[in-house]
């Protein structure tokens, strides 16, 4: 007899994927102390960067004269792929623990348990921008506009969800901690080799073709518009589609290591 | 004279020395095992600081022509003794992580109840942190020569840059050793990676002193690691002087001495506590 309470597909999705972020809300707010290195890193990349490389807005190309705008959005993409990475690590200690056996036995599909992860990622990596965009406009970095704000925001959680897929799919497929320096340096490349130190003609040559096919540059470019001046479409498009594309990648392969993951 | 014709103390006293220092190389390789073994061990000291320097170097290469930038072949040159301070200060922090698992796991107990003096348990590890120094510098150097860096001051210079990048992996293990002594957790000792970053950024390891900005310019001044990595960076980008060099033997001196003073300190409070 079909129970009179059941919940329809879709809604039984969506509640799962609620759970799921529920309880990375919980890991959160049980232990403050694991989120300190997620914001820390990006501050302290920030300051660093800004305080070591600061001098660099002197070379004829720069398109700001302080580096503070420059970096912040750098920083809170980082801020994004550190917790996206951290996601991924989570994912390998609870496969460690037994806990996602637990939830590969259940009727929940596949693609729901992992969008859980990564939408989880997604919202968290929301605090380390906050922070890190706090502290560089007490530091003298332009105010951006609510539209230059929004973008760099949305670019911040779907970099986090790129970076969660990512982090998930080295956790399916190696199913141990030890994956983690791949995850998090994985991430770091991917950001870092873009033009976030200097605009693309500043770039040592090798850089310079790395950063020119490295869609990420899209992201920074979009996400770093309303610190430099106004916010177009024209900027903003590239970084969207560059997002969309490293999902869709990333996503369909941490979903086929999911499915290749046996109980 | 063999040792058999010596004073029976003085033999006494090189046996004991000698069994001591075989205690020292067996911990020192467990502990070189170990981060070989463990990835999140190996990555801080050689993947993160050769990635960081890869994309330094072509992200902010074009600082060579800043006004002031100290005349160097190239900027991997420069940024050489950076990556390597990096590579000896995680290498440090990972040596007192190593430790503050043997504590939680309970080996350093068993290390206690042997018949062993308990300083060789600390420097059986500081001996694996110092061979990771030595890897480390050994790894920066060769890429360096692989991608075009030259070290200015040739192979002595090569042998100065080396024992100054051991010495301080040495030193700054000792600083690692201690709070691992001292707290007995992994985490703690972990949680301080992050700290091993702010005191590098505020030195000059990763851009001349001169052209940072301020309060970095201030801090970087005053901060022992700068004179250390000025002291790593000359005979690389021009010669040996020997101003730096001792103002680099000085402050690795003084972060040994710290690291001596908190490590017999954390050893009697982990003796006392258990």
Redesign the interface.
């Known amino acids: 007899m079909e129970s009179a309470v059941a919940l329809p597909q879709w809604r039984a999705n969506l509640a799962t994927i609620a759970a799921l972020m529920a309880r990375a809300k919980n890991e959160l707010l049980r232990v403050p ?1 694991a989120a ?2 997620g914001v ?2 990006p501050t ?2 920030f ?10 807005t ?2 004829k190309g720069f398109s700001t004269g302080t580096y503070e705008s420059y970096i912040v959005p750098v920083s809170m993409l980082q801020g994004a792929g550190f917790t996206g990475a951290a996601a991924g690590v989570n994912l390998a200690r609870d496969i460690e623990q037994g806990w996602v056996d637990r939830l590969l036995v259940s009727p929940a599909p596949r693609w729901v348990l992992l969008a859980g992860t990564v939408l989880a990622a997604s919202a968290r990596a929301l605090i380390p921008a906050t922070f890190v965009f706090v502290i560089a406009l007490l530091l003298g970095a332009g105010w951006p506009g609510i539209d230059g704000l929004l973008v760099t925001y949305v670019m911040v959680a779907a970099m986090a969800a790129v970076a969660a897929c990512w982090g998930s799919g080295l956790a399916l497929r190696f199913k141990s ?6 995850m ?2 994985g991430m ?2 991917l950001v ?2 873009t033009t ?3 605009p693309l003609a ?3 040559p ?2 310079r073709s ?1 950063a020119e096919v490295n869609p990420v540059t899209h992201v920074i470019d979009a996400a770093r518009q309303g610190f430099l001046g106004g916010v177009s479409w024209a900027e903003t498009w590239p970084g969207i589609v560059a997002l969309i594309g490293l999902l869709v990648v990333l996503g369909v392969w941490a979903l086929r290591e999911m499915r290749r993951t046996a109980v | 004279m063999d040792r058999h014709s010596l004073p029976r103390s003085e033999a006494v006293g090189l046996e004991a020395l000698r069994v001591n220092a075989r205690v020292v190389r067996a911990l020192g390789m467990r502990s070189i095992r170990q981060t070989f073994r463990r990835p999140q061990l190996m990555a801080p000291i050689v993947v993160f600081p050769t990635l960081l320097l890869a994309i330094q170097t072509g992200g902010a290469g074009g600082a060579v022509n800043l006004p002031g930038f100290p005349p160097v072949q190239s900027f991997l040159q420069f940024m050489l003794a950076g990556a390597m301070m990096q590579s000896l200060m995680l290498a440090g922090n990972s040596g007192g992580i190593a430790l503050a698992v043997d504590i939680e796991m309970g080996f350093t107990d068993r290390l206690f109840s042997a018949p062993i003096p308990r300083y060789t348990i600390v420097l059986g590890r500081l001996a694996g942190t110092a061979a990771l120094g030595l890897f480390g510098s050994l790894w920066f150097l060769a890429i360096g020569l692989i991608f075009g860096a030259h070290i200015e001051s040739g192979f002595t210079g090569a042998l100065i840059a080396i024992a100054l990048v051991t010495a301080t992996a040495t030193a700054v293990g000792g600083i690692g050793a201690a709070i691992a002594l001292r707290t007995g957790s992994a985490s703690v000792v972990q949680g301080l990676f992050p700290l091993v970053l702010v005191v590098l950024f505020l030195s000059s390891a990763f851009f001349p002193n001169e052209l940072m900005i301020q309060p970095a310019k201030a801090i970087a001044e005053y901060n022992p690691l700068s004179f250390v990595v000025e002291g790593i960076r000359g005979p690389i980008i021009s010669g040996v002087d020997a101003t730096e060099l001792g103002e680099a033997v000085l402050a690795i001196a003084g972060i040994v001495v710290l690291g001596l003073l908190l490590s017999a300190r954390a050893l009697r409070h982990r003796l006392r506590v258990g």
């Open positions: 102390g300190i290195p820390l890193a302290i990349f300051l660093g960067l800004n305080g070591v490389f600061g001098a660099l002197q070379l901690q030890s994956a983690a320096p791949l998090q340096s770091m490349a870092l080799m976030a130190y200097a500043l770039l040592q090798w850089m790395v």
